[in-house]
């Protein structure tokens, strides 16, 4: 959880840089380009008053960018009136000329030729005045500029990564302690329970024989106490797990083993169970799927989905169970019942300690503790659980595990 949460802020904190670094290069980006053409737009405006006779002829300035000036006359006779265009000839005015008719808009960019163009209207004596002013130095700027931004914004980004990496480390830190502390309480008071419900369950089973109560009725008062004192060993032991598998510290052995063989065993266990609960198995199961894991966790895991599909099934619905292999994923096990459709909100909740889907349902034994531990085994084996449910009721638990050697069959 503590790894979580420390992502969890790191994420959050590079989105907000990764929109601020990307808002603050595109504004440069746009206010460059927009000072670009406003300037390259003003030396074309004053291009195309030049020798034009008016009662307020523009101010002299300073010619900034180069620029082409064609008049053509009413025969379409084109002259040029200025060049400071490099590689430009006069020759290539009639071209260019073409170009922009072609584009039928009074203003523009040649992108080909690296050009901004304006077109003016009929002068009284009917010429038409065409300039063009060269944006190659322009666009060659913008182009770099892109290119500084992203190699600056890459190297802030990694810094601020680096930044917010520790930075979370330092957040999480209480959260941490208060994590550890209640990790460890619940170990400490789970293994400190054990030795005294182990007594009380030992001495129960001696004080229900005959012989030591002849009364009957204190027999059942001691019989109650003691199913009582199961359950509790159970509630402890399995918070007992969850807290190994919070510290790390779960002791699994792994080697390499029959998936197939303990799936088989779960499912010849539970069968009996399920007929005299008056419901239906199905299950098909590969033979000989290998992986590494600890055999007694697998079991367990195996025992809660199937524990969990005959306490959450319809009265005489259906429960299938299948194994298969597969080299792209590895080794999947499905547990399938027909039952009460859950919720997208019953999902995201499902695999969290304490919850119950169905409150409603109390004669249902267990403490909601079930998913947790499977969730751990599947996690400590280096695989995922997810759960799907259709709309008709069959909610699907799913587990791929990383898949050994197949045996030869």
Same mark, same amino acid.
């Given at each position: 959880? +503590?790894?979580?949460?420390?992502?969890?802020? +790191?994420?959050?904190?590079?989105?907000?840089?990764?929109?601020?670094?990307?808002?603050?290069?595109v504004?440069?980006?746009?206010? !460059?380009?927009?000072?670009?053409?406003?300037?390259?737009?003003?030396?074309? %405006?004053?291009?195309?008053k030049?020798?034009?006779?008016?009662n307020?002829p523009?101010?002299?300035?300073?010619?900034?960018?180069?620029?082409?000036?064609?008049?053509?006359?009413? @025969?379409?006779?084109?002259?040029?009136?200025?060049?400071?265009?490099?590689? *430009?000839?006069?020759?290539d005015?009639?071209?260019?000329?073409?170009?922009?008719?072609?584009?039928?808009?009074?203003a523009?960019?040649? $992108?080909?030729?690296?050009?901004?163009?304006?077109?003016?209207n009929?002068?009284p004596?009917?010429? +038409?005045?065409y300039?063009?002013?060269d944006?190659?130095?322009?666009?060659?700027?913008?182009?770099?500029?892109?290119?500084?931004?992203?190699?600056?914004?890459?190297?802030?980004?990694?810094?601020?990564?680096?930044?917010?990496?520790?930075l979370?480390?330092?957040?999480?830190?209480?959260?941490?302690? =208060?994590?550890?502390?209640?990790?460890?309480?619940?170990?400490?008071?789970?293994?400190?329970?054990? !030795?005294?419900?182990?007594?009380?369950?030992?001495?129960?089973?001696?004080?229900?024989?005959? @012989?030591?109560?002849?009364? $009957?009725?204190?027999?059942?008062?001691? $019989?109650r106490?003691?199913?009582?004192?199961?359950?509790?060993?159970?509630?402890?032991?399995?918070?007992? *797990?969850?807290?190994?598998?919070?510290?790390?510290?779960?002791?699994?052995a792994?080697?390499?083993?029959?998936?197939?063989?303990?799936?088989?065993s779960?499912?010849?266990?539970?069968?009996?169970?399920?007929?005299?609960?008056?419901?239906?198995?199905?299950?098909?199961?590969?033979?000989?799927?290998?992986?590494?894991?600890?055999?007694?966790?697998?079991?367990?895991? =195996?025992?809660?989905?199937?524990?969990?599909?005959?306490?959450?099934?319809?009265?005489?619905?259906?429960?299938?169970?299948?194994?298969?292999?597969?080299?792209?994923?590895?080794?999947?096990?499905?547990?399938?019942?027909?039952?009460?459709?859950? !919720?997208? %909100?019953?999902?995201?909740?499902?695999? %969290?300690?304490?919850?119950?889907?169905?409150?409603?349902?109390?004669?249902?034994?267990?403490?909601?503790?079930?998913?947790?531990?499977?969730?751990? +085994?599947?996690?400590? %084996?280096?695989?995922?659980?997810?759960?799907e449910?259709?709309?008709?009721?069959?909610?699907?638990?799913?587990?791929?595990?990383?898949?050994?050697?197949?045996?030869?069959?």
């Open positions: 959880m +503590i790894k979580k949460l420390r992502w969890k802020f +790191i994420t959050i904190t590079m989105i907000i840089v990764t929109i601020l670094l990307v808002s603050i290069f504004t440069l980006y746009y206010s !460059t380009k927009t000072g670009y053409r406003q300037r390259s737009m003003d030396a074309l %405006h004053t291009a195309l030049e020798d034009f006779p008016a307020n523009p101010p002299p300035r300073r010619e900034e960018t180069p620029v082409l000036i064609a008049d053509v006359g009413t @025969d379409g006779t084109v002259t040029i009136t200025k060049n400071r265009l490099a590689d *430009t000839d006069s020759s005015a009639g071209a260019l000329i073409s170009l922009v008719n072609e584009k039928r808009k009074p523009g960019i040649l $992108e080909e030729q690296h050009l901004r163009y304006l077109r003016g009929k002068s004596d009917g010429r +038409i005045r300039v063009f002013s944006i190659y130095a322009e666009q060659n700027s913008l182009r770099r500029q892109i290119v500084y931004s992203a190699v600056i914004g890459f190297c802030a980004f990694a810094a601020f990564f680096l930044f917010s990496f520790f979370s480390g330092w957040a999480v830190k209480p959260v941490e302690r =208060a994590w550890e502390q209640q990790r460890q309480f619940v170990a400490d008071a789970s293994h400190e329970l054990k !030795t005294p419900l182990t007594v009380i369950l030992s001495n129960a089973g001696i004080m229900s024989q005959p @012989d030591v109560v002849p009364d $009957e009725a204190n027999r059942l008062r001691i $019989e106490i003691r199913a009582e004192a199961e359950r509790m060993k159970q509630l402890v032991e399995s918070l007992l *797990t969850l807290a190994r598998s919070d510290s790390g510290n779960a002791s699994a792994f080697r390499p083993l029959d998936f197939s063989f303990v799936v088989n779960s499912i010849m266990t539970f069968e009996p169970l399920i007929f005299e609960m008056g419901k239906r198995i199905s299950y098909e199961v590969d033979n000989n799927i290998r992986i590494s894991g600890d055999e007694k966790k697998l079991r367990q895991l =195996a025992d809660i989905l199937l524990d969990n599909a005959c306490k959450y099934s319809l009265e005489g619905g259906l429960i299938t169970v299948g194994l298969t292999a597969s080299s792209g994923r590895g080794a999947v096990l499905s547990v399938a019942n027909e039952g009460k459709a859950l !919720t997208e %909100h019953e999902i995201k909740q499902l695999f %969290h300690r304490f919850y119950r889907a169905d409150p409603s349902r109390s004669d249902v034994a267990g403490y909601g503790l079930g998913l947790s531990i499977a969730e751990s +085994i599947v996690k400590e %084996h280096g695989g995922e659980i997810r759960v449910s259709e709309e008709k009721g069959v909610n699907r638990f799913t587990v791929v595990l990383p898949i050994g050697d197949l045996i030869e069959k």
